[in-house]
C-alpha cells in the first residue's frame, strides 16, 4: 500500500515525526496507566478507610508541569523544523507548474513539455508549484507524505526527492465536486538517464514505447491495448469513462458512429462522429464543445502514433 512505502527523502522525514509522537504518547499511555493502578491499590478504601488531608508539592507541581512542556516543545520543533525543511527547496531543484482543475491533474516542465502523469527522475530535487484553475484541490502524494493545497489565483510550493524507482499515485484531498473521486494520476520515478531521454527527446509527451519504457518499466501499464494506455497515461480516463458511465465528459463507450450535438462559436450542430472527428477533437477540444458538457478539456500534446492508437482504440468500443 502506497501510504507505507516510503518513496521518498520527505516520507522518511514525516514518519520520523509520526513515530516520535507516537512513541512519546505509548510511554504516557502506559506511564499513567501504571500510576491509575497502583493509586487504586495503594490508596483503595480498604487500605485507608479513613481519609487524609493532603498537603501541595510545590517541587512534585514543578516537575509535572515542566517535563510535559518540555516533551510539548520537541514536537513542536521536530515537526516544525520538518516543516520548513520541505517548503524550501534545493536551488538545484527542477521546478515543474502543476495544474489542478476539475477533475484532472497536468504537469509542465521548464522546457514546455507538459504531461498527465508525473515524470521524475530518481535521486532528484523536484520542485511542485501548485495552483488551480477552478476550486481549491489538495495535491498529495502518499507514498512521499507530501501534501499541499491547489488554490485559485496563488501558487504554493513544495518539493520531493524519489529515492525509489517506480510508479506512485497522486490523490486530490480536498472535495472538489462530483468526480473527487475520479481525480487521480500517478509520479513515475525512472533513472536519471531515461528522464533525461525524455525531457530532451523529440516528443512532445512520453510515449507507452519510449519514455513509458514505461510500458516495460511500470507494471500498472502493462497488459493494456496501446489506446488504453494512452488515455490511461494521459489522465483522460479521470473525465472520459470507456463503459457508458457517466462522468464529466463523454464516456467513449459506443461513441463512434454516434450523431452528436457540439457548439461551434456558440453554434449547435449535429455531427456524426468519425475518425476526423475524433482527431480534430482530441487535437483541439477548445473549438467545438459537445453540448450538455463543460468545456473543461484541456489541450493534450500527442504524437500521431498516440492519436491513432487512441482513435483506433474507440472504434472497439462499440
Not at 481519609?51 to 521536530?78: C, D, K, M, N, R
Request: glycine residues 6%; hydrophobic residues 40%.
Amino acid at each position: 500500500m502506497d501510504w507505507m512505502n516510503q518513496a521518498a527523502i520527505s516520507a522518511q522525514k514525516s514518519d520520523a515525526v509520526f513515530f516520535y509522537v507516537f512513541g512519546l504518547s505509548v510511554a504516557f499511555l502506559i506511564f499513567i496507566t501504571v500510576l491509575m493502578i497502583y493509586f487504586v491499590i495503594r490508596y483503595s478504601k480498604k487500605r485507608h478507610p479513613k481519609a487524609e488531608q493532603i498537603e501541595g508539592h510545590v517541587g512534585l507541581e514543578i516537575v509535572w508541569t515542566s517535563i510535559p512542556l518540555v516533551l510539548f516543545l520537541s514536537i513542536f520543533y521536530y515537526g516544525w523544523t520538518n516543516y520548513e525543511y520541505m517548503s524550501q527547496a534545493p536551488r538545484d531543484a527542477m521546478a515543474v507548474k502543476v495544474t489542478a482543475r476539475q477533475w484532472s491533474w497536468s504537469f509542465e516542465y521548464p522546457n514546455g513539455k507538459q504531461s498527465k502523469v508525473l515524470f521524475a527522475p530518481l535521486g532528484k530535487p523536484m520542485k511542485m508549484e501548485v495552483r488551480s484553475v477552478d476550486v481549491v484541490h489538495g495535491f498529495f502524494i502518499p507514498s512521499f507524505r507530501l501534501k499541499i493545497d491547489a488554490m485559485p489565483a496563488r501558487t504554493n510550493t513544495t518539493w520531493f526527492q524519489a529515492t525509489k524507482p517506480g510508479s506512485y499515485d497522486i490523490e486530490c484531498t480536498v472535495i472538489c465536486g462530483v468526480d473527487h473521486s475520479l481525480m487521480l494520476s500517478k509520479v513515475i520515478v525512472v533513472p536519471e538517464e531515461e528522464f533525461k531521454a525524455w525531457y530532451f527527446g523529440g516528443e512532445e509527451a512520453p510515449e507507452p514505447g519510449k519514455s513509458f519504457r514505461t510500458a516495460e518499466a511500470h507494471p500498472d501499464l502493462q497488459g493494456l491495448a496501446p489506446g488504453l494506455a494512452v488515455l490511461t497515461a494521459k489522465g483522460c480516463l479521470a473525465c472520459h469513462s470507456v463503459d457508458g458511465k457517466p462522468k464529466v465528459g463523454p464516456t467513449l463507450k459506443a461513441l463512434y458512429g454516434k450523431e452528436e450535438q457540439i457548439l461551434i462559436a456558440g453554434v449547435a450542430k449535429t455531427i456524426r462522429v468519425d475518425d476526423a472527428y475524433l482527431r480534430r477533437f482530441i487535437t483541439n477540444p477548445m473549438d467545438q464543445q459537445v453540448r450538455g458538457y463543460p468545456p473543461a478539456m484541456p489541450q493534450t500534446a500527442l504524437t500521431e502514433q498516440e492519436l491513432n492508437d487512441v482513435v483506433r482504440y474507440i472504434k472497439t468500443l462499440n
